[in-house]
């Protein structure tokens, strides 16, 4: 499974709880409001357990948490 299959699970599992869900990549999570602040603050804590790293309050900006590809791109960095 990719970063980004994880995430959208993530999101669709244990956020939103939403099974049927479909988010395209390059979906803005944010203005379409598939996310509220809340969720993303509860989407940052999920990774962070999941991918076992901590995300420092720098890199919670918009560029990094936009859509699915963004995400999958930053965790690429943080994990490489």
Do not use: C, H, W
């Not at 699970?9 to 939103?16: F, N, Y």
């Not at 709880?17 to 203005?31: G, M």
């Amino acid at each position: 499974m990719t970063i980004a299959e994880e995430v959208v699970e993530i999101l669709k599992i244990d956020i939103l709880q939403e099974d049927d869900l479909t988010l395209e990549p390059d979906e803005d999570l944010l203005t379409s409001g598939t996310l509220d602040s809340m969720a993303l603050i509860r989407l940052v804590a999920a990774i962070e357990e999941k991918y076992e790293i901590k995300i420092p309050p720098t890199d919670l900006v918009i560029e990094n948490f936009i859509n699915i590809n963004a995400i999958e791109a930053y965790l690429q960095k943080q994990l490489s």
